[in-house]
């Protein structure tokens, strides 16, 4: 069973960059489909990003397309969400998933963080 832990997040403000990163253990790293979702307060969990095994495909949510950029590292067995031009409504505890599956990882995951907080101040 895989294990993530992200780390990197913290505050800004608006108009700031921060970069996420999600580092797995105990799995084959490479093996996984990786995403990224948030949660921000009083509302539900939302898929952010989401990157296939090889890091040649990805997919954004609609209000982070153009300034979210989701990467990973096999070799490191790391992946990233480097964010720019963060707006308060970013505000949220972002939590890094796995599955096997490229389309399933972006809602149904079956491995996830424990999460970090962003928050972007206005």
């Known amino acids: 069973q895989v294990q993530l832990v992200e780390s990197g997040g913290g505050s800004v403000q608006a108009g700031g960059s921060l970069r996420l990163s999600c580092t797995a253990s105990?799995?084959?790293?490479?093996?996984?489909?990786m995403g990224w979702f948030r949660q921000a307060p009083g509302k539900e969990r939302e898929f952010v990003a989401a990157i296939n095994w090889s890091g040649e495909s990805t997919y954004y949510a609609d209000s982070v397309k153009g300034r979210f950029t989701i990467s990973r590292d096999n070799a490191k067995s790391t992946m990233y969400l480097q964010m720019n031009s963060l707006e308060p409504e970013d505000t949220a505890v972002y939590y890094c998933a796995a599955h096997y599956i490229t389309m399933v990882v972006r809602t149904t995951p079956s491995h996830w963080g424990q999460g970090t907080q962003v928050t972007v101040a206005s």
């Open positions: 105990g799995g084959t790293f490479s093996a996984y489909a």
